[in-house]
């Protein structure tokens, strides 16, 4: 999709992990994919906020390598075609991203104006977020780099925190001051003071401007990154940065990079009912409570429990007694907490991650370009999987050394190809696949496709997989 007239480009940073939302929120699915806070993933709230004007090119969405075909899917479900998902090959935090975007939309119209967005924010006044960044546009044609500050609610010691100097405008100041993530007393004394904003990570600029200002305070970031883009390949729908170039570039959030030095940065202090969900207690914050002040999700029995959140995912959960409590269930994972101490949750990531354990990267359901898969049982020579392709999607042409499969189809229509033949296969129609037997499973109709999968064999690794042909263009580590 070319950008046309548009001249505003949206730009959805999803780089996040979102540890402390674990069990939810694993590396491989994080909170910004998931419907935290609605119908809708956060990430596809975030791009649904952006004004449908002629005036706004479709999303610039930024990522790593795992969740591209993912963050495509969703935008594709509610109608926002990226302009392009461009591919960070390591995380370097905020700045080389924010300059990656600038530096590619100016190429595309020297008066792009970028809006730099977190896809993991929650945006309760949509209508109030799209008049402020109508506002914030007026004053980047005028040279500001400009924020959104959020009006604090409460010293919260979780945020950064802006100071406003002298105003611009109706409603816009000059920033004083950022200041880092204070402690309580600090946060009680910023909250009295009233001059405060949290810092809600938003900016808005001329690409021209944050290039500018970016060869001014660091050039390095800037070369690094200009020599990923000038290396950058083209890969299916989305473009990869040169893994080297962006590689070699400092890590460093924009804030310290450019934000904190130059003279162009300007806040637009707001009360748009803004969160980061950065923890399970800033969910329970936003959450609709009964009349206990308990928020609720899923198959949950309470008996005389308060001021809790708790959420289920597959099994019944039943409370009594409790109040103050996080309870989080998944497929395979049990968090319980105080909800005033769910902000640890993170150091029980780092656990699991110490001990070698799949529970902190990955779900029970393991998402692909096709669709997903969920394990059902295992034995030492077999095992079961729950196969769902995506309508018009299909799995890569492939065959295995150490074992056979048997397909059984539950609902719609499997398009099978083994070797020269092809089969469409209905409900509880099914198919043997020998070892060493190249084959193909598709997805031909307007309907997911729900696939009952049998191993058996004496090795049911995923790497034992030879691709012949991928529709996807994945690495050979990058299994079904």
């Not at 105003?167 to 880092?180: K, L, N, Q, S, Y």
């Not at 890590?251 to 009912?273: L, R, W, Y």
Request: with cysteine.
């Amino acid at each position: 999709m070319t950008s046309g007239t548009a001249r505003i480009f949206p730009v959805l940073l999803s780089g996040g992990a979102g540890t402390r939302l674990w069990p939810l929120s694993r590396s491989l699915y994080p909170k910004q994919l998931l419907p935290l806070a609605g119908e809708e993933t956060m990430l596809q709230a975030t791009a649904l906020r952006v004004p449908g004007d002629p005036a706004y090119a479709a999303p610039l969405a930024i990522c790593n390598n795992d969740h591209r075909f993912i963050i495509a899917e969703q935008l594709r479900a509610i109608g926002r075609e990226p302009l392009a998902i461009m591919l960070e090959p390591v995380g370097r935090n905020t700045a080389p991203a924010a300059a990656a975007a600038a530096l590619w939309c100016l190429a595309r119209n020297p008066e792009a104006v970028i809006a730099l967005l977190p896809a993991d924010h929650v945006i309760r006044d949509v209508e109030g977020f799209r008049r402020l960044l109508a506002r914030a546009v007026e004053m980047a044609d005028a040279g500001h780099i400009v924020t959104f500050g959020i009006r604090p609610t409460e010293p919260h010691t979780g945020y950064g925190y802006i100071r406003q100097g002298q105003a611009i405008a109706d409603g816009v100041f000059h920033v004083d001051r950022f200041t880092e993530k204070p402690d309580a007393a600090t946060a009680t004394g910023y909250l009295a003071d009233g001059g405060y904003s949290w810092n809600s990570g938003m900016f808005v600029a001329r690409a021209d401007t944050l290039v500018e200002e970016m060869r001014r305070f660091r050039p390095d970031i800037v070369q690094a990154v200009e020599r990923s883009l000038d290396g950058a390949k083209r890969d299916l729908d989305f473009l990869r940065l040169d893994e080297a170039a962006f590689a070699a570039c400092p890590a460093q959030s924009i804030d310290f990079a450019v934000m904190e030095k130059t003279e162009h940065a300007a806040v637009m202090p707001c009360d748009i009912g803004w969160s980061d969900i950065g923890s399970w207690t800033a969910l329970w914050d936003i959450a609709e409570k009964d009349a206990n002040g308990n928020a609720v999700q899923g198959d949950v029995i309470l008996r005389d429990v308060s001021n809790s959140y708790i959420r289920t995912e597959k099994t019944v959960v039943a409370a009594i007694g409790v109040s103050d409590l996080t309870i989080v269930e998944t497929s395979d994972a049990v968090l319980v907490a105080r909800r005033d101490r769910t902000q640890e949750v993170k150091e029980v990531v780092e656990m699991l991650k110490a001990d070698g354990r799949a529970e902190h990267e990955s779900h029970v359901r393991h998402y692909r370009p096709w669709g997903y898969y969920e394990p059902l049982d295992f034995g030492a020579r077999y095992q079961v999987k729950r196969l769902v392709v995506n309508p018009g999607a299909q799995l890569s042409y492939q065959l295995h050394h150490h074992r056979a499969e048997h397909w059984v189809v539950v609902s719609g229509t499997a398009k099978v190809t083994t070797g020269e033949n092809t089969v469409l296969l209905s409900e509880n129609e099914s198919t043997y696949i020998a070892i060493g037997t190249a084959h193909r499973l598709a997805n031909p109709g307007k309907v997911p496709l729900e696939v009952i999968e049998i191993q058996s064999g004496s090795y049911l690794g995923e790497d034992d997989i030879v691709r012949l042909d991928d529709p996807y263009n994945r690495a050979d580590h990058e299994t079904k």
